[in-house]
């Protein structure tokens, strides 16, 4: 079965590395399986909304392109925060987007996003209900946070995941090179869920000490047992490197930034953090008078699409291509998602789900997956993450740089 | 001519993702040209004089020991940050030094660091005319800084800025992604020169807008200039993305980061050191209303072997191995360097300077390679650093990370 007419696609949330190898698999597969134009919204619904569009055929021409589109961090086509209201029938919002949806005869909804992107495709597939049309709605995950129900794991974790585990094998190098004791303390994303900082714990292995604690936002951050167990790890002045996520909570439920510097609050609300690995590292300096150093991960670990995970971007692009292939059988109000069939060999398939079942909805690494004293991962976590970090989608370098492409 | 006796080769001073590099040119030299053992010193001079040693062919056994070397980050035989007395005839710490000499048969000494590391060999050598020996003493340059004069630029910077760019491509990327008008401010290594800093221009390209401003040590910092020329620029709601030394400084002489009514205190009444970077994003944020963020490279650009660059890599090595010839040609108290032979094309060769001329200097950028406004570089700076970031070591992928090798 064909998509009659047109197909729309947006990008919206944080970029990640592996955000548009989904959108080469939308696109790729609208190729085949749409008989119109194939959009892309520049900006997320918001810039739909402002027909800010452009037919992805003419800028997208030769494979090349795709494989460099694949290679490209962040969203090619632009993001956005934009919360959709209630879907009440009458709704302005509403009518305005479909009414665009009319005047570019679009059949197909393709929406790249994490909970909040989800939610956008929830409400218009419920506010299609008071249209009645036969425009087919469908989600397409990423994140790095990994935290999005249903699905094994997200398209875009995996390429940052690599990254976090490549650099925390580099700097547990780098931070062992003096005699003087050192706690390097290395703050990851993730607000709620640890899976990206959790990451950091792949680095261990014949050839790396790794991180001595791996502290996730699923345990209350407990300093005196931080303290003193940084006090007995660094005994006869052995350095260290701990993992945190930005996200680690007390168990009053203060994040641990909040007992120091500023924040602010972001377009849905949510608290902006910083500073979690630069409280810590000031507290224990002055409390064990050791040297600490704190390094942010920051918006590299989003972005570093010259270390990405081969399997995540296949995954990333087949993920798309399922989303289409879903549509055209006629589906919609769905997530496109990964079914993992086994560990090893590892093999993980397509699939989709209600996104009614997904949207807002967050998964957090499970007890089983860290372990008793709550400052580690477990084998399961390993056993879970390992396969998604494995290959490499090798950069096309020019001029010793990776080589990208923009609109 | 052979090296008749032992040699003894040191790391000093901040790690590198090619020191390592450097070391495998000293060691594979030294087995051809030295009759006798190649011992490494634990953490420099320090753990020389605690005859804290290997015997590294103990220890890099196989050719594929070697590469991995090449790949790992940060020294492998430890560093530290110990600067010898004025040598003084009669000197405790250098009588201690030369007794070991004795006692292990060292015919040559072969230091791998930066300026400090040069005051070292050049202290040893001239101490040596007190004591008449024919050991020779040489100085291999390493520093992701570039800041060493006489030779062309250091082992270590290519790999840094290599980086450096890359990391700023993607930045630029993932920063243009929003509509929302934003100014990323990127922090990069360089107290007193600002090679590296300079490097992150090298992002800019037919696929990458670059950094708006990069801003050097070497031009004083001028906050009102900085913040007419980002409105400016951010007219019309257009994200931008500056990078900045961590060095700059005002007319005054003063650290931008010291300028802060932006230091914090945390709960506990620590005070929190903010950055450069940070300063200048809640500087801007403050009087601009725009939306700012600051990230900084910190650790990660000064380890990063994942993209370290094929060019720096040999030519570490090669330096290397210059410093263990020129050592079996009877020279001593020199540095081994690379000398460019022309730009296009690159062609760079190894040689030796008097450490005496090298010792405790600092190489700034020209003001030829910085633009006439002082916020950014010159095409000479383009066509000069363009070559020491082509080719890629790839790494050796084990389990989807780079292996590493680890005494």
Sequence with gaps: MKIKGNIVIGQSGGPTAAINATLAGVFCEGKNL???????????????LAENMIDMKEYLKTDNDVELLKRTPSSYLGSCRFKLPQPVEGNEVYEKLFEIFEKYDIK??????????????????????????????????????????????????????????????ELVRDSLVYDLKSVTIVEIMGRDAGWLTAASALAKGDDCEGAAMVLLPEVPFDYEYVKSRVKELTEGD???VITVSEGVRTKDGKYVCELG??????????????????????????????KTRAVELSTLQRCASHIASLTDINESFAVG???????????????????RVSDNPYICETDTADVNEIANL????????INERGDNVTEEFIT??????????VPIFENGLPSHIKR
Tied chains: 1, 2.
């Design 34 to 48: 749409c008989e119109g134009k194939i959009f892309g919204m520049l900006g997320g619904v918001e810039g739909l």
């Design 261 to 290: 510097s500023e924040k602010g609050t972001d377009a849905f609300g949510h608290t902006m953090l910083t500073g979690t690995a630069a409280t810590i590292a000031a507290m224990l300096k002055k409390d064990l008078g050791i």
């Design 321 to 339: 291509s399922a989303a289409v292939k879903a549509a055209a059988q006629g589906q919609s109000g769905k997530m496109a998602l990964l079914k």
């Design 108 to 169: 197909g909804f393709f929406y790249i996003g994490g909970n909040d992107s989800m939610d956008t495709v929830k409400k218009l597939s419920a506010y299609n209900k008071f249209k009645n049309t036969d425009i087919k709605f469908m989600g397409v995950p990423k994140t790095i946070d990994n935290d999005l129900v249903k699905t094994d794991h997200t398209p875009g974790f995996g390429s940052a995941a690599k990254f976090v585990a490549t650099v925390t094998k």
């Design 238 to 240: 052995k350095s260290l």
């Design 384 to 393: 879970y993450a390992r396969p998604l970090i494995e290959g490499e989608l």
């Design 362 to 369: 967050a998964k957090e690494v499970p007890r089983s997956m």
